[in-house]
């Protein structure tokens, strides 16, 4: 960046220019590069929950009294929300920032019941993708074999919510986008869970369309459409062909839709 | 052991499964020629492939598949914890319970009395000791015993198996990386 | 509490719903107040209940549900005619509390957390309510009873069974005290209301004063008083009904923290006052007093000072008939989320939300309530401030220490002869506290509540002040009789009950951690959890969205270093144990088969399960 004018801060020591108003992490991916992410989405207002795409921020080094060199870590903060700085030096692939990543994707596959051989989503599912790019063997931790219901009272739709991650997507493309708010939020804690805007609770019971962003925008497997299912095969799917972190790009804000 | 022998003696290996299909094991098989080089580098102790009913008390590899859903799997993965110096969980169920686990969310006695049940004639669950009593709910082997490494995949494809057993045989940490991690 | 009613009665139901929407004028910002009021009249919010406000307020009907059931003391299901609530504090345990719940329990034949069978009466637990100093105590329909006894739970069994409303109870029964142990500068203030306004001579020199007092906020996080009004008063107002606002934070939910209770019991108008020195600093019209649920009782008695202060002219329009200055002041009540302490979570449940913490920036001061530039400020820090305003800040800045002026409130209970209220000027040291309230052989302080500092007597010698160990009042005192490892649990099972969920780290973390402390509890734990157990302090710490979080593994890490032996004597030899129990894992095959020979357990003998359901085994004494 030799134009003077332009905003930039570094990431991993590289320099990334930045618009004002962007969060590190748009300004990142707008750059090429990667960071990981599960409740951020291109077309809508960093959210901030899922904290996969957790930096560090402005580390220093210095030197103590008998000349040894110390790392003071600089503040940890969610990419997506927290608005890039000039100048601002940011970690992202370090082994503390992986080893964090890998622990929370393993908080999330021990909370839900990820059985990724039976999934319709398998080779295109976001949780999947980023616990292979990061390199998670295992979930480490004891499974909650958490007892969660699937409705399928939807023409269209099936919900299991066995596989939700709570990224709240569906609730945001409802609302801000759909104008429908099918999908909220109760509970809280350890017992939040989705709910859909009927006194029954069903799906069925809302005004879901198949068409809706909200239909179409779960990074996982939960919101299902029916009457497709493993479409294409093993060995040619998303991430059998490319690495979640391959095209960084493909993940920039869409500009007239997060604005 | 022989103190004069020469340091390159073959590594044990013991294998089973558990909950499982053996898919892990067929898929063991599409290594294909490469076992030939594997078997100068190791040898079979417990396993499928040689039918030796316990391990050796000096088994350097455990490779086990499958979850843990009855008494029986635990008394085995015991014997493999004690007897293998290295634990490896190969498969999606060995690692999260796999399919085998999507009976968790419903309560094994209704399981029972719904699969025995005999139209007209009552619940016959069968009862006898040589059968092993069934766990409340299936469960991934690092919950039993302690693992050291994990191997995804249902099955793991052959490439994955070679790559990572060249890995450990050679001192390194597995690492697959593209293509070869798999959770499916 | 209406006794007799159905809640299905559909046109009783439908007429009190529109009756208290129509109170609030059918304004979705006040769904919190209007979800309390109805349960009060109707029990329980049933789906069709949640259906009518919902398009009563033109909201939708999940984002209603989903409000309802964030909050512990807005129930979904019917939970009986009485509810009763156990405190669950670790101060409340050290007092017995277990045992009179499960007392209480087997007299009503009733499980804890299930409702009995002629729907009369549930009994459950809640996080600390806030009377750490006379437990152990309980709410009966969110009315705190304090100091039970066997006996006590006797005659309370008794009224519940005879069905006698809750209003004819023993007065006794509901005593509250405020036992004001040692005043000084702000408790012990000559000052009649109306002074501190009567002092005032201008917003900038106000400001001015608040500045060069050195105030701090009192919450606990210390920042700079003044700073924050001057941010808030050159923020812009946005918007069609752009304004300014003032918030007082009375959630204080931090577990041994009752200071805010007594400050607004005792000293309602010095708060309200300081609430009115801030609006007329940041140009505020309304002030909004955010009380936590707990303390229900006192919104009676507030709302009568705040009438009080309307008539003598010190609240409403042209306040000592000085024209232009203008202010009001509601108080509003939350419903059982320690998490609305948090600023921005207050916030989003001050606008009837479920009390998420805001993503920052923007901060409160610029983007607040409404979205306006509002001021929060924890009851304590109004209270000084009004101080200040009458008295001038050159003699606050003189109390305490350099960078801690003034005094500081503590909330004194567990293990000393007197608990209570305790003011001090800032700089005063643990041991001079432990003296003054009779506390001996004390091995532990928990300064701070669950989320702060854990310290050990070689560390008796420091200061309560912002430059050594800040709190926001919590001061729980641990003698040698008790055991730190169950104290340390005890908060952690709070966190998993008080976590918003929001994000991964707190949501999942907090729970895995309590697992790892029950296991350890259970005599099933080896070293191999103790590491799981730093693996998820660590990243609860880095990634967690909010303090709740960063803080919730606190209580472990500090036990853990100063009170390891205490860990030690309860793991097992074998450095990795069973993430379950694996005899019991056969127990449902048992049952079908009828086999109970050697063949059908798991002779391991290290497995013998010490808690029971419900038990709460978790008795530290």
Partial sequence: ?259 | MNAAAPTKRKLKVATTSLAGCFGCHMSFLDIDERILDLVELVEFDRSPITDIKHCSPDCDLGIIEGGVCNAENVHVLQEFRKNCKILIAMGACAINGGLPAQRNSLDIRDILAAVYARPGRGVHIPNDPEIPLLLNEVHPLHEVVKIDYFLPGCPPSGDAIWKFLTDLLAGRTPILGHGLIHYD | MRIANANGDGQDCGRVIDAVLSRHQRDATRLMQILREIQEELDWLSPQTLTAIAEGLKLPRAKVEGVAGFYHFFHSEPKGRYRVLWSDNITDRMLGNADLMARMCKKLWLRPGEVSEDQLVSVDTTSCTGMCDQGPAMLVNYRPLTRMTPERVDKVVDLIRHKVPLDEWPAEYFVVEDNIRRKDALLGNDLAPGDALRAMRGPAEMLEAIKASGLRGRGGAGFSTGQKWEFCRNAVGTGAHGAHYVVCNADEGEPGTFKDRVLLSAHADLVFEGMTVAAYVIGAKKGLVYLRGEYRYLLDKLNAVLEKRRADKLLGKSILGQTGFDFDIEVHLGAGAYICGEETALLESLEGHRGVPRKRPPFPVTSGYLGQPTAVNNVETLASAALIAAKGAAWYKSIGTAKSSGTKVLSISGDCARPGIYEYPYGVTVSQVLADCGAIDTQACQIAGASGLCIAPGEFGRRIAFEDIPTGGSFMIFDNTRDMFEVARNFVHFFVDESCGFCTPCRVGTTLLKNVMDKIHDGHGGEYDIGDAQRVIKTLKTASHCGLGQTAGNCVADTLQKFRPSYELRLTVREFEPAFDLDKALSKMREVTGRDDPGAHFHIAHRKSKSGVGAKAGDVS
């Avoid at chain 1, 960071?35 to 809508?44: G, N, S, V």
């Avoid at chain 1, 100048?87 to 370090?94: A, I």
């Avoid at chain 1, 616990?131 to 919900?159: C, N, T, W």
Wanted: aromatic share 6%.
């Fill in chain 1, 1 to 259: 960046m030799t134009d003077g004018q332009t905003n930039s801060f570094f990431l991993d020591d590289e320099e990334i220019p930045f618009e004002e108003g962007q969060t590190i992490i748009q300004a990142a991916l707008t750059a090429g590069k990667y960071i990981p992410h599960l409740c951020y989405h291109p077309e809508f207002k960093p959210h901030g929950s899922c904290k996969l795409c957790t930096v560090r921020i402005d580390s220093r080094t210095i030197t103590t009294e008998d000349g040894q060199s110390v790392k003071i870590p600089g503040r940890a903060a969610a990419s997506c929300t927290t608005p890039a700085v000039a100048g601002q030096h940011v970690e992202s692939e370090t082994p503390e920032l992986l080893d964090l990543r890998r622990t929370l994707v393993q908080m999330l596959l021990v909370e839900g019941n990820h059985y990724c051989p039976s999934c319709e989503k398998s080779g295109k599912c976001l949780l999947q993708g980023l616990a292979y790019d990061l390199g998670v063997m295992d979930p480490h931790f004891p499974q909650y074999f958490s007892k969660r219901e699937v409705d399928a009272s939807h023409p269209d739709i099936l919900l299991d919510f066995n596989r939700c991650i709570l990224c709240e997507l569906c609730v945001r493309a409802s609302a801000e986008m759909d104008k429908k708010n099918v999908f909220s939020l109760s509970g809280r804690g350890a017992t939040k869970h989705l709910i859909c805007n009927s006194e029954s609770g069903r799906l069925g019971d809302t005004n879901l369309a198949a068409t809706d962003k909200a239909a179409n925008v779960c990074p996982v497997g939960v919101i299902l459409h029916k009457r497709h299912g493993f479409e294409v095969p093993y060995g040619q799917r998303r991430f059998d062909k490319a690495p979640i972190s391959a095209d960084p790009v493909q993940y920039a804000p869409v500009k007239e839709k997060v604005r």
